[in-house]
Nanobody
Framework: QVQLVESGGGLVQAGGSLRLSCATS????????LGWFRQAPGKERESVAA????????YYVNSVKGRFTISRDNAKNTVYLQMNSLEPEDTAVYYC???????????????????????WGQGTQVTVSS
């Protein structure tokens, strides 16, 4: 069973920064495509950023482009989400997600749908005050 554990959330003022981390168990991290999602109260869970297995392909939702950066460290089995210039609208519970890929997969695809992912973390709260 793959476990994902997020950390790094908290309360920050508008304009501030946070870095979320998601550590995964097991030894198959390099085979995963990864994503960060968020869910605000009363809203659907949305894809915020995604990174391909190779790390060469990256996706951001328009609202975070230029402010958030997703990255992965295969040696540490960890995916990160650096969040700068935070806005009150970024307030949500943030989840990391992983999808295991076949060794024959090109590793160049990013996945942005909730249904694309099998493994999920428990979520970490991010609150941005105005």
């Amino acid at each position: 069973q793959v476990q994902l554990v997020e950390s790094g959330g908290g309360l920050v003022q508008a304009g501030g920064s946070l870095r979320l981390s998601c550590a995964t168990s097991g030894r198959a991290f390099s085979t995963y495509a990864l994503g960060w999602f968020r869910q605000a109260p009363g809203k659907e869970r949305e894809s915020v950023a995604a990174i391909s297995r190779s790390g060469s392909e990256i996706y951001y939702v328009n609202s975070v482009k230029g402010r958030f950066t997703i990255s992965r460290d295969n040696a540490k089995n960890t995916v990160y989400l650096q969040m700068n210039s935070l806005e009150p609208e970024d307030t949500a519970v943030y989840y990391c997600a992983a999808r295991s890929l076949s060794p024959f997969d090109s590793g160049l695809y990013v996945y942005t749908r909730r249904s694309d992912y099998v493994y999920w973390g428990q979520g970490t709260q991010v609150t941005v005050s105005s």
